[in-house]
């Protein structure tokens, strides 16, 4: 089955280290999104990328960085500069060509930095 | 900033109907609406979405205001299934310069009591 495939689904740092996030997608889209999550919040867009090798950063992006030099993955990295990185972090991939294309989540990331 | 406001939260009987109201006032002619829904501990998955006309499907109906400044969607019959976040945003056609930046509010907890 088609899906996107984020791991791991619990991670643990200690606070200074930078954490790479990985999100693997087989829908053959070519835009993908990180979105992060706080408890009782809603979903803030981080970095989104329409098409390979170029991204945009979203509302939050300080202290995150992202690549796409594949289509179907699209790594996020919590630097050590990222002030409050314990969150939950989702990906997500639509087709941009279909506005009816709806966007397809994984199962999210939960990240504690102690 | 999103582009869509709903209520924080909203309380159902089981097996009564609920409606999700979703404002947003600044939507274009050619944006689509789409609602999403969370559960906990998961990504937000794909509801249903429309343009103009009323849409239903198997999960839920969308209603439309004939402005377009505002949406419901509506759960016919609440199971205790249907208690997690709703979510509605706008996706823009390819053409504009914002077509990629998906952006969520904080959505509408739903809460189905037995």
């Given at each position: ?45 981080i ?16 202290g ?24 939950f ?15 397809h ?5 939960r990240?504690?930095?102690? | ?32 609406i ?12 794909y ?5 103009t ?23 016919h019959r ?5 208690a ?26 739903v809460?189905?009591?037995p």
């Amino acid at each position: 089955d088609g899906g996107i495939t984020q791991s791991p689904k619990y991670l643990f740092r200690k606070e200074g280290q930078n954490v790479t996030l990985s999100c693997e997608q087989n829908l053959n889209h070519d835009a993908m999104y990180w979105y992060r999550q706080d408890p009782g919040q809603g979903l803030r867009l981080i970095y989104y990328s329409q098409i390979v090798n170029d991204f945009q950063k979203g509302d939050i992006a300080e202290g995150y960085s992202v690549s796409r030099e594949k289509k179907e993955s699209f790594p996020l990295t919590v630097t050590s500069a990222q002030k409050n990185p314990t969150a939950f972090y989702l990906c997500a991939s639509t087709d941009p060509g279909q506005r009816i294309s709806p966007l397809h989540f994984g199962n999210g990331t939960r990240l504690t930095v102690t | 900033d999103a582009k869509t406001t709903q209520p924080n939260s909203m309380e159902s009987n089981e097996e009564e109907p609920v409606h999700l109201p979703c404002n947003h006032s600044t939507i274009s002619g050619t944006d689509y609406i789409h609602w999403y829904r969370q559960l906990p501990s998961q990504g937000p998955e794909y509801v249903i979405h429309g343009l103009t006309s009323n849409v239903n499907n198997r999960m839920a109906s969308l209603a439309i205001a004939e402005d377009r400044k505002s949406s419901t969607l509506i759960l016919h019959r609440a199971t205790l299934r249907d208690a997690a976040v709703y979510y509605c945003i706008l996706r823009p056609p390819l053409t504009t310069d914002s077509w990629g930046k998906l952006q969520f509010g904080a959505g509408t907890q739903v809460v189905v009591t037995p």
